[in-house]
């Protein structure tokens, strides 16, 4: 069955990095699109960065563009999001999702915490 | 990127049915079929209810329906269960290649 699994949440101080990861299982990762998706606590969610099949497209909402990559591995089936320049505004949970007509398959979610 | 407009809270009681609207522009919900809808209990990954403005995955109930007129998408739960209590977030495309979700709606079954 379709899992996705992430890992790499953390407390991180204001202005560092972090990269998250999120590995995929029990379909043809290298044939789908996929996103991140973050949800800040007591809040919607916030759609953040979609990756092409092959990745070489990719998009980022406004709110990250410049300091988030989206990036994916397909001979590892693994899809990651490198975050710098982290601001109290970027502390959520982080979500990865397959993209096919809508966000199909959820991961877990993974927290990242902005704090000094 | 401003969100999508839904209403905050919608409720009815069991065996009724709910419709929860979805307000955005000319260039995501009014232009594009890519509309989807989500359900989040708390503390779990949203779950995809209604893709492509009116098409259910395998396994969602045909209690569960999508349209859209307009600049505005809506979902409609009929025959409201307990089990459908919970947060719903609409989503669509929108220009240059982003997607903007709604600001989420509680639904309370009395």
């Known amino acids: 069955q379709v899992q996705l699994v992430q890992s790499g949440g953390a407390l991180v101080k204001p202005g560092g990095s972090l990269t998250l990861s999120c590995a995929a299982s029990?379909?043809?990762?290298?044939?789908?699109?996929m996103s991140w998706i973050r949800q800040a606590p007591g809040k919607g969610l916030e759609w953040i960065s979609y990756i092409g099949s092959d990745g070489k497209t990719k998009y980022y909402a406004d709110s990250v563009r410049g300091r988030f990559t989206v990036s994916r591995d397909n001979a590892k089936n693994s899809l990651h999001l490198q975050l710098n320049s982290l601001g109290g505004e970027d502390t959520a949970v982080y979500f990865c999702?397959?993209?096919?007509?809508?966000?199909?398959?959820w991961g877990q979610g993974t927290l990242v915490t902005v704090s000094s | 990127q401003s969100a999508l407009t839904q209403p905050p809270s919608v409720s009815g009681s069991p065996g009724q049915s709910v419709t929860i609207s979805c307000t955005g522009t000319s260039s995501d919900v009014g232009s594009y079929y890519r509309v989807s809808w989500y359900r989040q209990a708390p503390g779990t990954a949203p779950k995809l209810l209604i893709y492509e403005v009116d098409n259910r995955p395998s396994g969602v109930p045909d209690r569960f329906s999508g349209s859209k007129s307009g600049n505005t998408a809506s979902l409609t739960i009929s025959g409201l269960q307990a089990e459908d209590e919970g947060y719903y977030y609409c989503?669509?495309?929108?220009?240059?290649?982003?997607?903007?979700f709604g600001s989420g709606t509680k639904v309370t079954v009395l």
């Open positions: 989503n669509s495309y929108r220009d240059s290649y982003t997607y903007v």
């Open positions: 999702a397959r993209l096919r007509g809508g966000f199909d398959y």
């Open positions: 029990g379909f043809a990762f290298s044939d789908y699109y």
